[in-house]
């Protein structure tokens, strides 16, 4: 075997025709030797997406790039490791070089639906359209924009170039600087929280989704055993046309609609007024669903209901079966989830722009104020909408990208994906404000009384917008599934990081005692279930909140700032170029460089600093208009959860350094410099600490 090898590697060294370049390759790494499958030619399709590449740009010989004075090291560490028979692999030939061991994407097109289905998710529907009409309506895609060109665009190319080239998980990735490790074990646990609450709406999507099939709408009327009497569809005030029938009552309320209004007690005069109301889904959401009556806050819980103890078990059933086999069954589901949204979309837009009051809805939410670009909230708004959106720092795209062929031009997927996710942000917004103009025109509300974000919107006023159209079980029907779709696959995208980022960091722990990966799976889906019943009790919507506001919020951007940190300025540009060189056959152009070591993280400590100066109070608003506070060590307690996965970063940086101290081998101690020098150089190169050219000034100010 050792004498193929010398002669292989003999063949190769004599070979002048252009090669890949093996400068960067690491220990274990497998690629294609074969030409690249991006190359810089004029005749190539995709050269409209190399618009910051030099022109005539080829991958540098064998030659080249083994004498290259700064590569020789590197190089001869992988010619000294390469002799060990403990890393020699066979190849499967059927792979053409590809690593055996890790599983691929059946094909590109599960790779770009992965990621897009988890970019695009419920946010886009419930929180977009309502911030966009907030902020300015049109004029808010001018901040919107311009983050996403400056910040969440460059970052989601880093994620998907570390995790395509270096083919390992979250934590394991962060051998290009150990230090850093803490950052990929704090996106681990970030996605594993939001698991926690997220997976529970997809729950009570899939409880609305069974109670549409009943002969009648259960949100459609006030005529039910859990509505009260502030419950009405619609309201008129005494003031009215019909004065002289309130000469004793203040309004005049309308409990089933009015074309049932034969039904006895369909209308009451009322001392509530109209906008003391409450509609059928909002009463049914708060009051059928979860139950928030029977629970005086997050202190009383109460005991978990069946129906969504059910319902969220299904949720977690169809997400081991999709991720049990790995990639090659997530992702033949995203087939579905990650297209079917968009055919649901358009046939509901369809039917709304029939609606009396649909293009009210529409002028409302695209009419243009140009003020609201003076304002500074509405630019942090913009940030932190198209950050999320994007969903960079969770470590998914990350690991979705470690499944990809060493060549995928994941260039193209980042655009693609960043358009496909802008466009549905704003073509949803139009399907949810034909709805809202409808139901504001048939309830005489102004659309601002009307509009909602978050679960109000999609659990309390599509809703009750939906009951109101013929046929509206059909459209109900269709409405869930879509969200359903939409949740499910970034639910995937989450529990896919923590499996893949658990499973690379300790393959030999799971090998020797004989843990697959089906059995991790299961574990990881069943701890993260049993969390998740508490948020189906009366209170739970008290610990849904909770997680929700501190889960994935400063961490997450805490993640983000130290990965562009770490990426740009210590592993170094002009490596990461060579690794994107390596793989796509051309380097980023000024503006990626320019975006990840200066504005990027720039952008991101500014929003940090925002966050981190808000030490309000925590609160919510009840569905009866109620303020609730939560207590004090509610809050501590949200504070704690979200510092426990921050302090991943700094207590994995100290064990890095104090494993540095003493180098293997030999009985001599490093000083600071020296250890901080082993911790940031990558683990896969043998660098004498007298030679590391990290700790030079030549490489942090390198582009």
Request: proline share 4%; charged share 15%; hydrophobic share 40%.
């Amino acid at each position: 075997m050792a004498e193929e090898d010398s002669v292989s590697g003999l063949k190769l060294a004599m070979d002048n025709s252009p090669q890949d370049s093996p400068c960067h390759l690491v220990p274990n790494q497998k690629v294609k030797k074969r030409n690249l499958i991006v190359k810089t030619t004029s005749k190539n399709p995709n050269k409209f997406f190399h618009f910051f590449k030099h022109k005539h740009e080829c991958p540098p010989t064998y030659d080249e790039a083994v004498n290259e004075d700064e590569h020789s090291q590197e190089w001869s560490t992988l010619q000294d490791t390469s002799k060990d028979k403990h890393d020699l692999e066979v190849q499967d030939p059927s792979k053409n070089g590809e690593d055996a061991e890790r599983e691929t994407w059946g094909s590109n097109l599960d790779f770009l639906l992965s990621i897009i289905g988890f970019a695009v998710d419920l946010a886009n529907v419930w929180r977009f359209p309502y911030l966009c009409y907030k902020n300015g309506g049109g004029a808010f895609l001018i901040p919107y924009a311009c983050m996403l060109v400056m910040g969440a665009l460059p970052l989601f190319y880093m994620e998907l170039i570390l995790g395509q080239f270096h083919r390992q998980g979250p934590i394991s990735v962060w051998r290009i600087s150990p230090i850093f490790k803490g950052v990929g074990f704090c996106a681990v646990f970030i996605a594993f929280f939001v698991s926690f609450y997220y997976n529970v709406i997809i729950g009570w999507a899939l409880h609305y989704l069974f109670s549409s099939f009943s002969r009648r709408l259960p949100w459609k009327d006030c005529m039910n055993e859990w509505n009260t009497e502030f419950c009405a569809i619609k309201c008129i005030n005494g003031d009215g046309d019909n004065g002289t029938l309130f000469t004793e009552y203040v309004s005049k309320l309308y409990k089933v609609p009015e074309e049932d209004s034969i039904v006895p007690n369909s209308t009451v005069f009322s001392d509530i007024l109209c906008n003391q109301t409450r509609s059928p889904a909002k009463e049914y959401f708060n009051l059928k669903v979860l139950r928030v009556q029977d629970s005086e806050g997050i202190h009383d819980l109460g005991t978990p209901q069946w129906q969504l103890v059910i319902c969220i078990g299904v949720v977690y059933c169809l997400l081991y079966i999709s991720l049990f086999k790995g990639v090659k069954s997530s992702g033949k589901v995203v087939w579905i989830t990650a297209t079917m949204p968009y055919v649901v979309l358009t046939i509901l837009l369809v039917r709304g722009l029939m609606l009396e009051g649909a293009i009210d809805g529409i002028k409302f939410y695209l009419h243009v104020d140009w003020h609201k670009l003076l304002e500074t909230g509405v630019w942090i708004d913009a940030a932190i909408q198209i950050f999320y959106s994007v969903g960079a720092g969770f470590g998914v795209h990350l690991a979705y990208a470690s499944y990809n062929k060493f060549h995928n031009n994941c260039y193209r997927d980042c655009l693609v994906t960043s358009c496909v996710n802008s466009f549905t942000s704003f073509f949803s917004g139009f399907v949810i404000f034909t709805y809202l103009g409808y139901m504001a025109h048939s309830q005489n509300k102004d659309i601002e009384d009307v509009a909602d974000q978050g679960p109000g919107l999609v659990f309390e006023v599509y809703p009750q917008a939906v009951a109101t159209l013929p046929g509206s079980q059909f459209w109900s029907v269709i409405f869930f599934f879509m969200l359903i779709m939409l949740g499910m696959d970034s639910a995937m995208g989450g529990l896919e990081c923590v499996i893949t980022g658990l499973m690379d960091e300790y393959q030999e722990f799971f090998r020797k005692r004989g843990i697959s990966r089906e059995v991790f799976t299961g574990v990881v889906v069943f701890s993260s279930y049993l969390v998740a019943i508490t948020c189906v009790t009366p209170g739970g919507f008290y610990i849904f909140s909770l997680l929700e506001n501190y889960a994935a919020g400063l961490s997450l951007l805490t993640t983000v700032f130290f990965e562009a940190v770490a990426v740009s300025w210590v592993y170094g540009l002009k490596n990461f170029s060579e690794d994107v060189y390596a793989m796509l056959g051309h380097r980023p152009g000024l503006y990626w460089k320019i975006c990840w070591k200066f504005v990027s993280p720039c952008f991101l400590a500014f929003i940090i600093i925002l966050q981190m100066t808000d030490v309000s109070e925590f609160k919510i608003e009840k569905y009866d208009g109620t303020i609730y506070t939560y207590p004090a060590a509610a809050h501590w307690t949200g504070r704690i959860l979200s510092a426990s996965t921050i302090s991943c970063i700094p207590i994995a940086a100290i064990i890095v350094l104090i494993k540095a101290r003493r180098p293997e081998g030999s009985s001599k101690n490093r000083t600071f410099m020296q250890c901080l020098g082993a911790a940031i150089t990558p683990s896969y190169e043998v660098t004498p600490d007298d030679q590391n050219v990290r700790l030079t000034w030549a490489h942090w100010r390198n582009l």
